[in-house]
């Protein structure tokens, strides 16, 4: 699976992103997705997931309320809706595919896109 992260971008506090993950090569309906974040200096941290076929989501504390992450198997993309994002909230958000399951670690997920940036000014 091939993945690749749109949609960061610069926003102020309070202000919403949408990110995207598009995929292809091997059948993405097979596979829950997951969107990761890292900053500089920082472990990569678990933001949310979504089993592969929608009805299974799970957040990370800190984004619980305010991100929601949704899928379209027929459009093989992944989406992470950001309202009320935080200063807290910048990074390099990251999307990955997996077939384990349910799971929050990286190393669980064996395909990733390539980052997009989020700022958050305040």
């Known amino acids: 699976v091939q993945l690749q992260a749109f949609g960061g971008g610069l926003v102020q506090a309070g202000g919403s992103l949408r990110l995207s993950c598009a995929a292809s090569?091997?059948?993405?309906?097979?596979?829950?997705m997951a969107w990761f974040r890292q900053t500089p200096g920082k472990e990569r941290e678990f933001v949310a997931y979504i089993s592969w076929s929608g009805r299974t989501t799970y957040y990370e504390g800190s984004v619980k309320g305010r991100f929601t992450i949704s899928r379209d198997n027929a459009k093989n993309t992944v989406a992470l809706q950001m309202n009320s994002l935080k200063p807290e909230d910048t990074a390099v958000y990251y999307c990955a595919a997996g077939r384990k399951g349910w799971s929050t670690k990286g190393y669980d997920f064996d395909y990733w896109g390539q980052g997009t940036q989020v700022t958050v000014s305040s």
């Open positions: 090569g091997r059948t993405f309906s097979n596979y829950g």
